[in-house]
């Protein structure tokens, strides 16, 4: 569905799925809101995506930089250059791979 589906009602159950217990399922929200685009680019939810740059689980790491990485100039800030910047140095090859593809 994509960005038809980026309305604020959805965008925020998405944040909150960003907190659930099962790993798929961060990472399926995280990829949800990448298929948004600059629709779900907003301030709250590049926020909650650095902040999931800690999440234990290494898709779910792995998700999240390529989503920021796909989310175009909004998502070009200096917290969140920074912060894939350090996700560089990750213990995962494939998270640390898409770190780099991110910046």
């Known amino acids: ?10 965008i925020h ?4 799925v960003l907190e659930d217990s099962n790993d798929s399922v ?3 929200a995280c990829e ?3 298929k948004m685009g600059e629709k779900a680019a ?11 740059l800690e999440d234990s689980n290494d898709s779910v790491r792995l998700s999240v930089c390529e989503v ?3 989310m175009g100039e ?6 969140v250059i920074n912060r894939l910047i350090s996700i560089v ?3 995962n090859d494939d998270v640390r791979r898409s770190a780099c593809e991110a910046l």
């Open 74 to 79: 909004k998502a070009a800030t200096s917290e």
């Open 89 to 91: 140095e990750d213990s």
């Open 26 to 28: 961060r990472r399926s």
């Open 1 to 10: 569905m994509g960005e038809k589906a980026a309305t604020s009602e959805v």
């Open 68 to 70: 920021l990485g796909n």
């Open 42 to 52: 907003t301030s709250e939810v590049i926020h909650r995506l650095i902040s999931v």
């Open 13 to 16: 159950r998405l944040i909150s």
């Open 32 to 34: 949800a809101l990448g």
